[in-house]
């Protein structure tokens, strides 16, 4: 069994890489750089049953070995990224689901999407369950990165509809944990960050809107999992342990040993006040829910960004040495 991924040096696709590899698939990996980093992959280098492209899924893609999945991940993810990139953030959610789903078409291969909890914008449910469609601004700053998303669903199920392709759809809330990159822009890697720093965490509105935090390989099992199953509509896949932004600054305070009060800022343009998953319907259908809480879970971030730091540190001082 052979499966293609795109956004494969992402934070979730390379881990998503390693959970189809541990499955006995073999793996190719398909990515441009403009997100994702080649050290999420340098373990990977030596594996045989790992091949990687680099490509930009926004023109078509061929792939010459039979596939038997193609799980599209590529797409800016963070809020700095998508504002910084939207172009490039509409045409990955587009072009690249087109392109994806072509390619799918063609081998014959299951077909999973990478949507986001972002397709319900500032809602006016709570919890958010799959059946809900939303409250979205189809033309704010975050409109490139939640409307690209929209999109790409309607084109799944309308492949899946018009060409009997067989697809999953994926809603996956704020995910966290090791291979973010320090300076990703999402609240979590942004704590951690400046807590380690020693610097006041930087808390946008209030503190009291709210949020679901996954670990990563939490996240990971439930995509797998659906890949899998026979489960056609839209599946949320997140943690339901909800908190409060300044609850989490303080968590991330009390893990990195920082005392610098927060500082707060204006909320960002279409910020959402709350959101949490509904997650019944993979607890039902995949048998899944996640395991590791939020604590265990910044614990285990904290350490992989503190040895981050620590590997830059002596990085730099063998340069300075070198240089003297």
């Not at 590529?74 to 959610?93: E, K, M, R």
């Not at 972002?118 to 975050?142: F, K, L, S």
Request: proline share 6%; charged share 25%.
């Amino acid at each position: 069994m052979r499966v293609l991924i795109t956004g494969v040096a992402g934070f979730l696709g390379s881990h998503l890489a390693d959970r189809f590899l541990a499955e006995g698939y073999r793996v190719v990996g398909a990515d441009n750089f403009l997100t994702g980093s080649s050290g999420n992959l340098a373990h990977l280098e030596r594996d045989g049953r790992f091949r990687l492209i680099e490509h930009d899924v926004s023109t078509p893609l061929s792939v010459d070995e039979a596939l038997d999945g193609v799980l599209h991940f590529a797409s800016p993810a963070s809020p700095p990224d998508y504002l910084d990139l939207p172009i490039q953030t509409l045409d990955a959610g587009g072009l690249g689901a087109r392109h994806t789903l072509d390619l799918a078409l063609r081998h014959r291969a299951r077909f999973l999407l990478a949507s986001t909890s972002e397709v319900y914008g500032d809602p006016r449910v709570h919890p958010q369950a799959e059946d809900y469609w939303g409250h979205v601004n189809p033309v704010g700053p975050r409109s490139v990165y939640d409307e690209a998303k929209r999109y790409a669903e309607a084109m799944t199920m309308a492949y899946h509809r018009a060409h009997g392709l067989d697809t999953r759809i994926v809603r996956i809330f704020n995910t966290y944990g090791t291979r973010m990159r320090p300076h990703d822009g999402r609240v979590v890697s942004n704590f951690i960050v400046q807590g380690l720093r020693r610097e006041p965490m930087t808390v946008y509105g209030d503190g009291s809107q709210t949020r679901s935090f996954c670990y990563v390989d939490d996240c990971v099992d439930g995509v797998f999992r659906l890949f899998e199953s026979t489960r056609v509509d839209p599946v949320n896949i997140g943690n339901p342990e909800e908190v409060t932004v300044l609850e989490l600054a303080r968590m991330v305070m009390k893990e990195t040993g920082s005392s610098r009060a927060p500082v707060f800022l204006p909320l960002p343009a279409d910020d959402p006040g709350v959101r949490c998953p509904d997650i019944a319907v993979a607890r039902r259908s995949l048998g899944w829910s996640p395991r590791i809480g939020l604590r265990e879970g910044l614990r285990r971030t904290v350490r992989y960004f503190a040895d981050l730091a620590a590997g830059a540190n002596v990085r730099s001082r063998a340069m300075r040495e070198v240089a003297s």
